[in-house]
């Protein structure tokens, strides 16, 4: 079994920055693929970020230049590092593992940006 525990959410005014932490426990040999997804109220949950084993990344469009995502395999833990945060990035942030064949989620974590 395979647990994912976030940490990180806050309240944060726009143009403020947030870093956001998933760490993996559990039985694990090697985590291919980590991502953080967000869902907003009344919208569907949506890809933000991933990463690789090989350390190729993806963004959302509306995240480039803001966001970064890293990871630290061996501490089986994936970041977010969020900058230039704006009132639309306000939503319950997930992060995502793929351990073996099985997909993973961890409990969500909510970003307010604010003023």
């Known amino acids: 079994q395979v647990q994912l525990v976030e940490s990180g959410g806050g309240l944060v005014q726009p143009g403020g920055s947030l870093r956001l932490s998933c760490a993996a426990s559990?039985?694990?040999?090697?985590?291919?693929?980590m991502a953080w997804y967000r869902q907003a109220p009344g919208k569907q949950r949506e890809l933000v970020a991933s990463?690789?084993?090989?350390?190729?990344?993806d963004y959302a469009d509306s995240v480039k230049a803001r966001f970064t995502i890293s990871r630290l395999n061996a501490k089986n833990t994936v970041y977010l590092q969020m900058n230039s945060l704006k009132p639309e990035d306000t939503a319950v942030y997930y992060c995502?593992?793929?351990?073996?064949?099985?997909?993973?989620w961890g409990q969500g974590t909510q970003v307010t940006v604010s003023s």
């Open positions: 559990g039985t694990i040999f090697s985590i291919y693929r």
């Open positions: 990463i690789t084993t090989g350390r190729s990344t």
């Open positions: 995502n593992m793929e351990v073996g064949s099985r997909a993973y």
